[in-house]
């Protein structure tokens, strides 16, 4: 069933809505949608036939000028059997620019589930076995607000050294594509959290991850996470009020709002999923438009005055007192868990 929702100067245009079994239902996907008509039916049916759960799916058209609703319409009015653990799709449609974050916070209102889930328009979810082993991650570590399917990171920006780091533990990839040129694949390697970054190393189309079972049923907890795919739990996510859209209109809101949450005792984890994305295809990568660019420009001025509590860890006067409550939740976790969580011995 399709409910139609219409944003146009702030007002609500139209809504068809229908009473279904909420019970039933654990899991709303986000994904906010920016001119993606090249490949938003394959990534859409992907995401559908993957999810393994049934859900309800918010599509939000961030001022799209091209064929993307269009696109999405025929392909979700013709659904078939196959689309059975879809229950209920949003269509939500805005004339003015509105970037990710401010994207998703407005879908979140339409979640009433226990997990939300944040999908970016260019990701291809192939991994029909995520959100089982995600439910698996959320019930044996009480204290898990996110998953990220993408990689786990530091709040810190990363420094030289840590670059460096991250491309010497990484850089048997290279060799092994040298010694063998046929090679498509990239592999994990050595978690080592202080490093700031864990996760995919993939550049597809060409090379693309290869997990072992060990590494697909591993949890690795850490501080932030990057979107791609996102699992949050939604009764945290509400009580942060979602991500602050004025600070971070277009990236770091992810690591913000998790930055907040491991404050109140709450950690993230990455667990390896089989999606992907390619880096030309994604909407950041894209020529903005004139008033597109113009409408950024004024969000960036904007978030200059107003920054969020992970700028002001960055560089504010609370760094000292912010540093401190790290430290203490770093030691709480790492005295419970250590650094990751092995699923299958846990479900």
């Known amino acids: ?23 039933s239902i654990d899991f709303f996907v986000s994904m906010p949608i920016k001119n993606q ?13 993957n999810m393994g759960r049934n859900f309800k799916l918010g599509l939000l058209f961030d001022n799209c000028d091209d064929n993307s609703f269009n696109i999405c319409r025929e392909l979700l009015m013709k659904a078939s059997e196959e689309y059975k653990h879809l229950q209920e799709v949003y269509f939500i ?14 879908l979140f209102k339409l979640c009433s ?37 993408k990689a786990i990171v530091s709040f810190n920006i990363l420094s030289k050294f840590q670059s460096v780091g991250i491309s010497l533990l990484h850089s048997f990839n290279f060799i092994r594509k040298l010694l063998n040129r046929k090679s498509k694949k990239a592999r ?27 590494e697909l049923d591993s949890l690795y907890l850490g501080e932030a996470l990057i979107r791609g795919p996102v699992i949050w739990k939604a009764e945290i996510f509400r009580t942060l009020n979602g991500f602050n859209d004025v600070a971070h209109p277009l990236g ?38 004139i008033s597109a660019q113009r409408s950024l420009d004024e969000r960036i001025l904007l978030a200059g005055r107003n920054p969020s509590r992970l700028v002001e860890f960055w560089h504010g006067p609370l760094n000292l007192i912010l540093s401190k409550q790290l430290k203490q939740q770093k030691n709480k976790f790492k005295s419970i868990y250590g650094n990751s969580v092995f699923l299958t011995n846990k479900s």
């Open 1 to 23: 069933m399709i409910n139609w929702i219409g944003f146009s100067d702030s007002k609500i245009l139209e809504v068809q809505t229908e009473i279904t079994n909420e019970s």
């Open 93 to 106: 449609v805005s004339e003015g620019e509105l970037f990710e974050s401010s994207a998703e916070n407005i």
């Open 252 to 289: 770091r809101d992810d690591c913000d709002i998790c930055f907040r949450a491991y404050t109140l005792g709450y950690v993230s984890g990455y667990l390896p999923c089989r999606a992907f994305s390619i880096f030309y295809q994604g909407t950041t990568r894209k020529k903005r438009s």
């Open 188 to 214: 994990l390697g050595i978690y080592l959290p202080k490093l700031g970054y864990f996760g995919d190393l993939s550049s597809p189309p060409d090379i693309r991850m290869k997990f072992t079972s060990r």
């Open 113 to 149: 589930q226990r997990f939300f889930v944040s999908v970016q328009a260019d990701t291809y979810f192939t991994d029909a076995t995520f959100i089982e082993r995600s439910e698996i991650a959320f019930s044996v570590v009480s204290d898990l607000f996110a998953i990220s399917g």
């Open 37 to 49: 008509e090249q490949i938003i039916s394959d990534v859409l049916h992907n995401l559908i036939l």
